[in-house]
C-alpha cells in the first residue's frame, strides 16, 4: 500500500514541522548532510534523486512538498520533471532484466503517489506545455503495465485539467471584474447621480451578513494562489547560473497580485463610502457600521478584510473629518486598532493570530476553522525569511535548512486556504463589493473637503487644484 496523503495540519508536529525523514540512507551519503536525522544541507542533484522513489524508498510527504516548492529558485519546474523522468527511466532500464514486470508492480504505485502530490499540490506548474507533456509520457509509461494503474494515472489527468480549467475561469471572472469597475464613482456621480444613490447600507444593513460576504471573497481568492507563487514572487538569478533567471518567462504571480489587489479596493470602498455622504450624521452611522462589519470579521477570523477596513478608515481623507468623527462612538474602534497595531513586529495581532490558529486546529466546523491572515505581512515575513538566508552554502549545496522555514510558513497557509465557506452566498452584495466603483485618491480628497472645508493653507491649496 501506498503512504495516503494526509491533510495539510497533519504534516505538523508538536514543535512545527516534522522533519524526520523516512530514510533508508546514511548520514551525509551520497551528497546530503544530516545532523541528528534532519536534513540541512545537499548538492542539487543529490537532493533531485531524494525526491524519486525507488524500490525500497518514499521520501518522506514534507521533504516532497518542500523541495517541490524551493527548487524553483534554482531550476524551472519543467527541468525538474524531466529528471525525475529521466531518473525513473534509468531505474528501469537498470533494473535486472526478466524482473521489469516486478519492478513495475514495485515502484510504478511509489511514482503514481509522486505525481499526485505534485499535481495536487502545485497544480499550476503543469500550465506549461512541456510539464504537461512529460507528465502525460511518464504517466503512460506507468499505466502500460497494469489496468489499475491505466485508472489511477486517467483519474490523476482529470483532477489536474479541472484545476487548471477552473483557475482559468477564475482568472477570466477576475479580468471582467477589472473592466467594470475602472470607472471611478465621482464621474458617475457627476453624470448620472440617480443611478449610483445605492450605498453599503442600502445594499446590506447588517454588519454580521456584510462580514460574512467578506469572508466569502477571501476564502475564494485565498482558495486560487498557488503556493510557488510566494516563491516566485521574489525569484533572483542563480549565483550559479548568471546566465538565466530561474523565472525569465513572465513571473507567475497573477492570483496573489490579485488578493493585493482585492485589498486594496476594500479600503478604497471603505473610504469611498465614508466620504460620499453629505449630511454629517450619515459619514458618522456609515464609519459605526464599519466597526460593527470589522469587528465581525475578528470574531470569524478574518483579519485580511478587518486590516483592510482599518486602513480604509485611517486614510487621511477619512482621517481628517474631525466633526464627523466627534459624533462617532469610539471605543469600539480604538480594540480594533489596538489589535492591528503595527509595533512591536505586529504583537498583537501575531497573538490573536496564534489564538485563531489554535482555534482552527481544534475546531469541529467550519465556522470554527477559518483563519484568514492580514496578507500583506504573511509576504513580508516570508520576504524577509529569503532575504535573510542564503540559497546555497559557500560549499555550493542547497541551503535546506532555510527552506524548511520557508515551507513550513507556506504550508500552514495552505491548511487556511482549504477551508470551506460555511456562510450563505447572496450575490447581490458579493456583486456590489466586487463591482461598485470607488473614489480615486482625487475624488476622496475632494468629497472629503466638501464635506469639511480645507483647515489649513496646504489642504486649501490642494482644493483649489482639484476643484
Not at 551525509?28 to 534523486?49: F, K, R, V
Not at 495581532?349 to 492580514?374: C, D, M, W
Not at 482549504?418 to 470607488?438: A, G, H, M, N
Request: charged content about 25%.
Amino acid at each position: 500500500r501506498m503512504p495516503q496523503t494526509p491533510p495539510f495540519a497533519a504534516m505538523f508536529d508538536s514543535s512545527g514541522y516534522n522533519r524526520n525523514l523516512y530514510q533508508t540512507k546514511e548520514d551525509n551519503c551520497g551528497g546530503l548532510y544530516y545532523q541528528d536525522n534532519n536534513l540541512l544541507s545537499g548538492s542539487l542533484e543529490a537532493l533531485i534523486q531524494h525526491l524519486v522513489p525507488n524500490v525500497d524508498y518514499y521520501p518522506d510527504r514534507t521533504y516532497i512538498f518542500t523541495f517541490l516548492l524551493s527548487s524553483r529558485l534554482f531550476m524551472h519546474p519543467y527541468e525538474l520533471m524531466a529528471k525525475v523522468c529521466h531518473l525513473c527511466t534509468e531505474q528501469q532500464r537498470l533494473s535486472e532484466p526478466g524482473l521489469d514486470k516486478n519492478w513495475t508492480q514495485k515502484i510504478a504505485p511509489k511514482i503514481l503517489q509522486l505525481l499526485t502530490e505534485w499535481t495536487e499540490t502545485f497544480p499550476y506548474d503543469f500550465r506549461d506545455e512541456r510539464m504537461m507533456r512529460n507528465l502525460k509520457e511518464l504517466a503512460q509509461r506507468i499505466a502500460s503495465g497494469d489496468e489499475v494503474y491505466r485508472k489511477n494515472t486517467q483519474q490523476l489527468l482529470q483532477n489536474l485539467l479541472r484545476k487548471l480549467a477552473a483557475v482559468s475561469q477564475y482568472e477570466e471572472v477576475l479580468a471582467k471584474i477589472d473592466a467594470t469597475t475602472s470607472t471611478d464613482r465621482l464621474t458617475l456621480l457627476k453624470t448620472k447621480p440617480q443611478s449610483i444613490q445605492r450605498d453599503i447600507i442600502t445594499v446590506c444593513n447588517d454588519p454580521y451578513v456584510l462580514a460574512q460576504q467578506l469572508t466569502h471573497i477571501e476564502l475564494e481568492r485565498l482558495n486560487y494562489i498557488g503556493p510557488e507563487e510566494f516563491i516566485q514572487a521574489f525569484v533572483q538569478k542563480d549565483p550559479l547560473n548568471n546566465d538565466k533567471s530561474c523565472y525569465g518567462d513572465r513571473k507567475r504571480t497573477r492570483n496573489l497580485e490579485a488578493y493585493v489587489e482585492w485589498f486594496n479596493r476594500l479600503s478604497y470602498l471603505v473610504a469611498t463610502e465614508i466620504c460620499m455622504p453629505v449630511k454629517k450624521k450619515h459619514r458618522a452611522r456609515v464609519i459605526e457600521y464599519f466597526i460593527d462589519v470589522a469587528r465581525e470579521c475578528f470574531n470569524i477570523g478574518n483579519f485580511n478584510s478587518l486590516m483592510a477596513i482599518i486602513s480604509g478608515m485611517n486614510m487621511s481623507p477619512v482621517s481628517r473629518l474631525k466633526k464627523t468623527w466627534a459624533r462617532v462612538k469610539t471605543a469600539k474602534f480604538d480594540i480594533l486598532e489596538h489589535q492591528m497595531d503595527p509595533s512591536s513586529n505586529f504583537y498583537n495581532y501575531r497573538t490573536a493570530l496564534r489564538g485563531a490558529t489554535q482555534r482552527s486546529l481544534a475546531a469541529h466546523s467550519n465556522r470554527e476553522k477559518i483563519v484568514i491572515p492580514f496578507f500583506s505581512l504573511l509576504i513580508k515575513d516570508i520576504y524577509f525569511l529569503n532575504e535573510g538566508c542564503a540559497n546555497r552554502l559557500p560549499n555550493g549545496h542547497v541551503n535546506f535548512e532555510k527552506f524548511w522555514e520557508l515551507a513550513k510558513q507556506v504550508s500552514e497557509f495552505m491548511t487556511w486556504k482549504q477551508v470551506e465557506c460555511p456562510f450563505e452566498r447572496d450575490w447581490k452584495i458579493l456583486q456590489y463589493l466586487l463591482t461598485v466603483p470607488v473614489f480615486s485618491d482625487d475624488a476622496l480628497y475632494l468629497a472629503s473637503y466638501e464635506s469639511e472645508s480645507p483647515e489649513n493653507h496646504i489642504e486649501k491649496d490642494r482644493w483649489k487644484t482639484l476643484r
